[in-house]
């Protein structure tokens, strides 16, 4: 079954204490990106990946990093979490190689608690 | 700042079509009109897409204007499970969400 996978769901830290996000597709998608959603602000793009070892900032990078070491993956990083970045957060990917027009598929999310 | 707008909200009676608006104005030529959903919390679901010609699937149906600066989502039969938050973006590698349109199916 074509999907991205986001681990883990659900997790609840503490400030300062490094944390890592994984994400993982199947479907051999060039491009890949991750989304934080707030309250009352929608979704906001973080930092994006075009293909394996491309990354490029999104608009709300600032505390996030993130890599592209390999084409299903694309980890999101977050070297010293603060409570700001409590949120819920999406993976996604999508095609591109010659299909410059294919949707976004999208993880089913994690939710972030940073105390 | 999003490159569409949409109303905040809108209400649709059950099993009457909804027609859902979003103005995008400075799209450029290239650029496609894309339409997702979310229902809760959970992972956007794409719906739809389209460049300059009308689309329908088996989801629903978009009406993209002939300047292309504005478009209009239809789900022909509105139910229940279609009450979500819905999201035009234009085609970009930064994509950008705005806040989408808020949809209440009334039964």
């Known amino acids: 079954e074509a999907q991205v996978t986001q681990n883990p769901r659900y997790l609840i830290t503490v400030t300062g204490k490094k944390l890592t996000v994984t994400c993982s597709q199947n479907?051999?998608?060039?491009?890949m990106s991750w989304y934080r959603q707030d309250p009352g602000l929608g979704l906001r793009q973080i930092y994006y990946?075009?293909?394996?070892?491309?990354?490029d900032k999104g608009d709300v990078p600032e505390g996030y990093k993130v890599s592209r070491k390999e084409k299903r993956n694309f980890p999101l990083i977050l070297e010293s979490p603060s409570p700001n970045q409590t949120s819920l957060y999406f993976c996604?990917?999508?095609?591109?190689?010659?299909?410059?027009?294919?949707?976004?598929?999208f993880g089913d999310g994690t939710r972030l608690s940073i105390l | 700042d999003a490159k569409t707008t949409q109303p905040t909200s809108m209400d649709c009676a059950e099993g009457r079509a909804a027609n859902l608006p979003c103005n995008h104005s400075?799209?450029?030529?290239?650029?496609?009109v894309y339409w997702y959903r979310q229902i809760h919390s959970q992972g956007p679901q794409y719906i739809i897409h389209?460049?300059?010609n009308n689309e329908t699937n088996e989801m629903a149906s978009l009406i993209i204007t002939e300047d292309r600066k504005s478009s209009t989502l239809i789900l022909p039969h509105a139910t229940l499970r279609d009450t979500a938050v819905y999201y035009c973006?234009?085609?970009?590698?930064?994509?950008?969400f705005g806040k989408g349109t808020r949809l209440h199916i009334l039964p």
């Open positions: 973006i234009v085609r970009d590698d930064k994509i950008i």
């Open positions: 479907m051999n998608h060039e491009y």
């Open positions: 996604a990917s999508r095609q591109d190689r010659g299909h410059s027009n294919q949707p976004q598929h």
């Open positions: 990946s075009m293909n394996v070892e491309v990354t």
């Open positions: 389209g460049l300059k």
């Open positions: 400075t799209i450029s030529g290239n650029e496609y």
